[in-house]
């Protein structure tokens, strides 16, 4: 059987020192890298992750475009967003507001993308929750908000050896398989029908 690579553009958004890069470097890595100093994402920054889907022979290759917090780089890293397939809204739950700042970065994605009228699919990923006893975001409000957008809601930890980093990616590059099987069923009947 032949092997199917698929390649998924993945915007990890968020506040800064939510934990996006440690994030994906753990994802990456398999969890061996942990990047111990924090260090400031200016603009973006390429991550490839690939990611083989269970009982199949196909790869979907997450393209992780993990896109600095701050103020001073939104304006610039807007226009990398362009041709997302998938979003990977971060938040810190030891940090209210960078939770309530998700909405803002979703307004800004879905104001930045080039096909408007499909809706944003996704993930929200509470980070950090290693640090329980200072969570300030309940995982059933992280939730509620998640489903009321169309997102699917994961808490993690990066902090080594990491907890569920792998899970939300998992399911980003499930996603976007079913949505290629489900394109290429509706070619193939399309075909047969004409």
Known sequence: MAQTLLRCKVV?????TVGKTALATMFQSKGTTFPKNYKLTAGVD?????????????TVELMLFD?????????SI???WGNLGMVALVYDTTNKESFDNCAMWLEMLKKHRLLKDRP???????NKGDLQERCVVPSEMAEEWAQSHGLQFFEVSAMPPGRDVDVPFAYLASKWHKA??????????AAGAS
């Open 12 to 16: 990890l958004a968020g506040d800064a």
């Open 46 to 58: 390429l991550i490839v992750a690939p990611v083989l889907i269970p009982k199949t022979t196909t």
């Open 67 to 75: 896109s600095g917090g701050q103020d001073i780089f939104r304006d």
């Open 78 to 80: 807007a226009p990398c």
């Open 120 to 126: 944003i699919q996704g993930v929200l990923i509470g």
């Open 180 to 189: 290629y099987e489900s394109k290429v069923e509706q070619v193939k009947s």
